[in-house]
């Protein structure tokens, strides 16, 4: 199954979008009790996690957001690619037009995983969000919040640029 998620990954990169599907789906389409899924163990679910992931993205670039979603769905609640899923499903519902559930999923991720690194994508969909809806002061205050945490650790990294004793210490602590 990674030999199969590569050569979709490898089929991708090229732009061969139905071949980078068709690879996906072989990873995607096997029930747990196909003999090739049972004998592989616990790392083929997180694959065919990645798969559905990879699915959507293949649907989303060809502008079919319902299947989109369909995929990010599929992902299981218990998986650690659930933001991303609940993330790329807002993010297609918002290129749908579907603005009601693309805030439902964001508020989702938001409430299930209030530390997600995707928390300034996030941000900025909800601002996207409120733009698209004509909720300009809401989409300025998004805009504001995002801002305001993000100016001083922009800051920080302009400083440690100029800095190299800063930049040491920055990559040490980063690395303990």
């Known amino acids: 199954p990674a030999a199969v998620y590569m050569k979709g990954l490898a089929a991708a990169r090229r732009g061969d979008l139905g071949e980078a599907r068709a690879q996906f789906c072989r990873i995607a389409d096997q029930k747990a009790k ?4 049972f004998n592989v163990d616990a790392r083929f679910f997180a694959l065919k996690d990645l798969a559905h992931l990879a ?21 299981p609640e218990d998986s650690e690619r659930l933001p991303e899923a609940l993330f790329e499903a807002s993010w297609s519902m918002l290129q749908k037009g579907e603005f009601r559930a693309a805030r439902a999923f964001a ?14 994508e996030v941000a900025i969909l909800r601002a996207n969000l409120a733009v698209k809806t004509c909720a300009f002061d809401q989409a300025r205050t998004e805009a504001a919040a995002l801002e305001g945490r993000y100016t001083p ?5 302009a400083r440690a640029l100029a800095d190299e004793e800063r930049r040491r210490a920055i990559v040490q602590r980063l690395l303990a």
């Open 34 to 37: 196909d003999r090739v899924a």
């Open 55 to 75: 699915l959507g993205r293949v649907a989303h670039e060809q502008d079919r957001y319902d299947e989109a979603y369909y995929f990010y769905f599929s992902v």
């Open 107 to 120: 508020d989702q991720l938001d409430r299930l995983f209030p530390r997600s690194p995707l928390r300034a």
């Open 153 to 157: 650790i922009q800051k920080e990294v």
